[in-house]
């Protein structure tokens, strides 16, 4: 069994979905917390990333989209790597920033939560099986 096969076998679609969420989440902060940021920028319109759309995409079906890969470990095949950022034709309302970044920020909590309980699962499995 080869180095990729294990690793893959180890970490499943779950650790996968975990980790494309928290990247996800962590990209949309940044925008969001932009946004929140040239709140009285005149001109500047609110962004956002559609996070549960992308999500979708990146389990629905593989990817279309054909990236370079330097080595093979890379990056996994069935993520769309790109991230579409949507622009709202309005200005910034502060409210709802603050809104979908608070709502972020516990997705991203659940995320890193879910994570931990899968890693403790993993540990927890390691140690019994040695026994």
């Not at 319109?45 to 995409?57: G, M, N, Y």
């Not at 034709?89 to 409210?95: A, Q, R, T, Y």
């Amino acid at each position: 069994m080869n180095k990729l096969s294990f690793s893959r076998q180890l970490f499943d679609r779950t650790v996968n979905f975990l980790e494309r969420s928290l990247d996800l989440s962590t990209s949309r902060h940044k925008v969001l917390s932009n946004n929140i940021a040239n709140a009285e920028t005149p001109q500047y319109t609110s962004k956002d990333i559609p996070f549960q759309a992308i999500l979708r995409r990146s389990f629905g079906q593989v990817s279309n989209i054909n990236l370079k890969k330097t080595h093979s470990d890379h990056l996994s095949e069935f993520f769309e790597r790109e991230i579409s950022v949507d622009s709202s034709p309005e200005g910034v309302n502060i409210d709802q920033e603050m809104s979908k970044l608070a709502q972020n920020n516990l997705n991203f909590q659940a995320g890193v939560q879910a994570l931990l309980k899968k890693l403790e699962a993993l540990k927890v499995t390691i140690i019994e099986g040695g026994k």
